[in-house]
């Protein structure tokens, strides 16, 4: 069975930094692209970052180009999101994805607030 469980989220001033992460089980886990995406209260989910089954390839949305880094270790069976200059605009629930398998986490709150 293929779970996805995200943590790392919490609240944060703007400007402040948060590193997520998502634990994958129940599948090979260095054979799959994944991806984060973001769901904004009232708004669609929206895809924020993607990196390919070998981490040599990464794309971002470009709201938050040179303030996010995915990254991966598949040693461990997971997936990382580097947050950093956060504004309120990135508060959201968090989610990671498996590239091309409907299966979604629990999410984890990010929210950005003074």
């Known amino acids: 069975q293929v779970q996805l469980v995200e943590s790392g989220g919490g609240l944060v001033q703007p400007g402040g930094s948060l590193r997520l992460s998502c634990l994958g089980s129940g599948f090979v886990f260095r054979g799959y692209p994944m991806s984060w995406y973001r769901q904004a209260p009232g708004k669609e989910r929206e895809s924020v970052a993607s990196?390919?089954?070998?981490?040599?390839?990464?794309t971002y949305v470009d709201s938050v180009k040179g303030r996010f880094t995915i990254s991966r270790d598949d040693a461990k069976n997971t997936v990382y999101l580097q947050m950093n200059s956060l504004k309120p605009e990135d508060t959201a629930v968090y989610y990671c994805?498996?590239?091309?398998?409907?299966?979604w986490g629990q999410g984890t709150q990010v929210t950005v607030s003074s």
């Open positions: 994805k498996i590239i091309g398998v409907a299966t």
């Open positions: 990196i390919s089954s070998t981490g040599g390839s990464t």
